[in-house]
Every structure is written in C-alpha cells, then in structure tokens.
C-alpha cells in the first residue's frame, strides 16, 4: 500500500509539474514573436512527452500488478527462497541461483507468461532493472495474446 501511495503522490507532482511549464509554453506562445513562440512550443513538448511517459508507465504497473494478482490466485507466485545479509540485502549468489532456475524454466517454457513473470522476479533480485522489465513486458504481452519478439 505504501508504494501505491508514495506513486500516486509522485505521478500528482509530476501532473502539477506538467501543467505548470505547459502554462508557460503558452504564455510564450500568446507573446506573439518569432522567438517566444519558438520556446513555447519547445517548452509544450516537455510536458507532452512527460504526461506520454507517466502513462506508459502507469499502465505498466497496472498490468503487471494483475499478472501479480492473478499468478497469486493460482498460487503461482515465486516464493521468497532468497538468503539476505544481516542488513536485510538480498544475497548476490542467492540472487544468481534462484536465477538460474528462473531462466531453466523460462527457456523450458518460453511460451508460458508465467514463466516469465517469475524470471522478471529473479532479475529484479539480482538488480538487474533493465532486463526486468523487458521480462515483465515479454509476460504481459504473452499474458494477452500479443506476439512477442524472440
């Protein structure tokens, strides 16, 4: 819960941020000169493109929460088997085991979302952002029928 909080406050921020520099763009672009209308349009690009990027984001999220849910529903969520350093940080050979046998199932299975949904898992572990979300992408995409790219 504290995380959906802590992204709803950060996505309002941005909104305000958003709606703010657009509001200057415009007032650029009411100046009327060559030159101030140039920025305003310049400055109308940042939000667009910031609005754009939260809701690709957002959606990301919302999909992968409900492959989350519904992995759970089925029992199928990966269970916790990671060693952690008296700090509470994950392990890093804990981490590469368990993603090894991920990535064994996922190269056993490669048509199954399931599969690469926990593979996500195991990447974020092993903190590995990148890969994770393209694993993330891979099982929502699979998840909804989409074709996906070798």
Do not use: C
């Not at 060559?34 to 939000?47: D, N, R, S």
């Not at 999909?63 to 990966?78: H, I, K, S, Y």
């Not at 392990?91 to 590469?96: H, P």
């Amino acid at each position: 819960m504290r995380a959906k909080l802590s992204y709803a406050i950060t996505a309002a921020v941005l909104v305000f941020y958003f709606v703010l520099v657009g509001s200057r763009g415009v007032m650029l672009i009411q100046s009327g000169t060559l030159i101030t209308v140039t920025f305003g349009v310049a400055v109308l690009i940042l939000p667009v493109i910031g609005l754009w990027f939260l809701w690709k984001n957002t959606q990301f999220v919302r999909r992968a929460n409900a492959l989350a849910a519904e992995l759970d529903a089925e029992g199928g969520l990966p269970v916790d088997e990671l060693k952690r350093t008296p700090g509470g940080r994950i392990d890093r050979d804990s981490a590469d085991e368990v993603f090894a046998k991920r990535k064994a199932e996922t190269e056993a299975a490669p048509d199954d979302w399931r599969s690469w949904f926990r593979l996500a898992v195991a990447y974020h572990d092993a903190r590995d952002t990148p890969r994770a979300r393209k694993a993330m992408q891979r099982a929502i995409a699979l998840h909804d029928g989409r074709p996906t790219e070798a």
